[in-house]
């Protein structure tokens, strides 16, 4: 094994006699590493847009989510609220209504999602870091106050400095006898005290209001369409999850972040496995390189095969010797395509090479996020060697029999 791993690193390291040997196996390093460098920084911003994307959601999505599996709400008396208040690590318990309306704004009209919320969400939330306009308030005094999204203040052309003109809700009764259609919806005015810009899908929906409001214009008295569990750590979130759904009975729902956009996740992740697909049969062409060079390097050290022969080596020495040659070029460029990518990523965290917009404009990052993790590294390292063996058995098959005769 050492004879043929020395042999193999002396065919590689030498001169050849045929300078377009030499060419191939540059070519091939080089293929490989590209390829590998290409699946690391690929990878990483990925995690660095799924860490970003949880981010910007985790301003609205609490660690844990009870909802009641029949229905659209239930009182809160219908939980242990005591019992959830004492599971340790537990920082806020938000009561929340949530339910669409129509919002009104001089002329202009739009369809948002009106959430609810207790006093003690900002808290416990980053919305302070979204906002763009404004202080994030839900009461002063006697009068309440909105806190709208970026979207929708864009559709509606509304401002937080217009204390003439409120933004007016409208939502369905809730009694099914109704005389007239000005009957027919509920009502209520409200101005807004700031602007948040988290994530298009929610900037263009959500309105945070009072609870007390929320439940007042929907005929919801008393009553919540869900509750909101936010720990100190994700650990404890983890940990309490179980506990939460044994104290809460099979009536209820118990989300966590990830299943409360299940969705989106998926999506996320099957677009990257799609991604490393894609660039890995990319990377299996570039590899047809190291058999063009293996077949090149057997029939220009058909003498050694013959002296080796006839000194006593066996196929199946002769045979390591091709394959670690193949072998140390798959690992020559996937070694220098992890530095080279590990290197890109690390710059691009640290100085923001390459920007996200080129032109004007905003957005909650300036540069593409990266984040790099070991076990990308090491499913790339992993895949281009078993890529690297695969291409480097094809040639090596030639060497039987037969083939050591016509060399002798």
């Given at each position: 094994?050492?004879l043929?791993?020395?042999?193999?690193?002396?065919?590689?390291?030498?001169?050849?006699?045929?300078?377009?040997?030499?060419?191939?196996?540059?070519?091939?390093?080089?293929?490989?590493m590209?390829?590998?460098?290409?699946?690391?920084?690929?990878?990483?911003v990925?995690?660095?847009?799924?860490?970003?994307?949880?981010?910007?959601?985790?301003?609205?999505?609490?660690?844990?989510?009870?909802?009641?599996?029949?229905?659209?709400?239930?009182?809160?008396?219908?939980?242990?609220?005591?019992?959830?208040?004492?599971?340790?690590?537990?920082?806020?318990?938000?009561?929340?209504?949530?339910?669409?309306?129509?919002?009104?704004?001089?002329?202009?009209?739009?369809?948002?999602?009106?959430?609810?919320?207790?006093?003690?969400?900002?808290?416990?939330?980053?919305?302070?870091?979204?906002?763009?306009?404004?202080?994030?308030?839900?009461?002063?005094?006697?009068?309440?106050?909105?806190?709208?999204?970026a979207?929708?203040a864009?559709?509606?052309?509304?401002?937080?400095h217009?204390?003439?003109?409120?933004?007016?809700l409208?939502?369905?009764?809730?009694?099914?006898?109704?005389?007239?259609?000005?009957?027919?919806?509920?009502?209520?005015?409200?101005?807004?005290s700031?602007?948040f810009?988290?994530?298009?899908?929610?900037?263009?929906?959500y309105?945070l209001?009072p609870l007390?409001?929320?439940?007042?214009?929907?005929?919801?008295?008393?009553?919540?369409?869900?509750?909101?569990?936010?720990?100190?750590?994700?650990?404890?979130?983890?940990?309490?999850?179980?506990?939460?759904?044994?104290?809460?009975?099979?009536?209820?729902l118990?989300?966590?972040?990830?299943?409360?956009?299940?969705?989106?996740?998926?999506?996320m992740?099957?677009?990257?496995?799609?991604?490393?697909?894609?660039?890995?049969?990319?990377?299996?062409?570039?590899?047809?390189?190291?058999?063009?060079?293996?077949?090149?390097?057997?029939?220009?050290k058909?003498?050694?095969?013959?002296?080796?022969?006839?000194?006593?080596?066996?196929?199946?020495?002769?045979?390591?010797?091709?394959?670690?040659?193949?072998?140390?070029?798959?690992?020559s460029?996937?070694?220098?395509?992890?530095?080279?990518?590990?290197?890109?990523?690390?710059?691009?965290?640290?100085f923001?090479?390459?920007?996200?917009?080129?032109?004007?404009?905003?957005?909650?990052?300036?540069?593409?996020?990266?984040?790099?993790?070991?076990?990308?590294?090491?499913?790339?390292?992993?895949?281009?060697?078993?890529?690297?063996?695969?291409?480097?058995?094809?040639?090596?098959?030639?060497?039987?029999?037969?083939?050591?005769?016509?060399?002798?």
């Amino acid at each position: 094994m050492k004879l043929s791993f020395f042999i193999a690193k002396r065919y590689l390291i030498s001169r050849k006699s045929h300078n377009i040997i030499n060419i191939i196996s540059g070519v091939s390093v080089v293929g490989v590493m590209v390829g590998t460098m290409a699946l690391i920084v690929v990878l990483s911003v990925f995690n660095g847009i799924e860490s970003l994307v949880m981010s910007l959601f985790n301003t609205f999505d609490p660690d844990l989510r009870i909802s009641i599996k029949e229905g659209k709400s239930f009182h809160p008396a219908d939980l242990p609220v005591e019992e959830l208040k004492k599971i340790a690590g537990l920082a806020l318990y938000n009561e929340v209504l949530e339910e669409n309306a129509l919002m009104k704004y001089r002329d202009n009209q739009h369809i948002v999602r009106v959430k609810g919320i207790s006093e003690d969400f900002e808290k416990h939330s980053t919305i302070d870091s979204m906002l763009v306009e404004g202080t994030f308030k839900l009461h002063e005094g006697s009068r309440d106050y909105a806190v709208i999204g970026a979207g929708i203040a864009y559709y509606l052309n509304a401002s937080i400095h217009d204390f003439l003109n409120p933004l007016v809700l409208y939502a369905p009764r809730q009694e099914s006898s109704m005389a007239g259609l000005d009957q027919a919806f509920n009502s209520k005015s409200i101005f807004p005290s700031a602007i948040f810009a988290v994530q298009q899908d929610f900037d263009s929906r959500y309105v945070l209001v009072p609870l007390k409001f929320a439940q007042d214009l929907f005929s919801y008295p008393d009553r919540i369409s869900f509750v909101e569990l936010r720990f100190d750590n994700e650990a404890e979130a983890i940990q309490a999850k179980k506990e939460v759904q044994q104290l809460v009975g099979s009536d209820f729902l118990v989300q966590d972040r990830f299943e409360q956009q299940n969705e989106m996740y998926k999506i996320m992740k099957a677009e990257k496995w799609a991604i490393f697909m894609i660039l890995t049969f990319i990377l299996i062409i570039a590899t047809f390189n190291v058999i063009g060079s293996l077949s090149m390097l057997m029939i220009e050290k058909k003498k050694d095969v013959a002296v080796l022969s006839g000194m006593g080596a066996d196929i199946k020495m002769i045979r390591r010797i091709f394959l670690f040659e193949g072998m140390m070029i798959s690992l020559s460029g996937a070694l220098a395509g992890l530095f080279l990518g590990g290197l890109a990523c690390w710059l691009q965290q640290s100085f923001g090479l390459i920007p996200l917009q080129m032109s004007g404009g905003s957005f909650i990052v300036n540069a593409y996020p990266v984040e790099m993790q070991a076990f990308d590294f090491i499913l790339v390292f992993s895949t281009v060697l078993i890529i690297g063996y695969l291409a480097a058995s094809v040639p090596i098959r030639q060497i039987n029999k037969n083939y050591l005769k016509e060399k002798l």
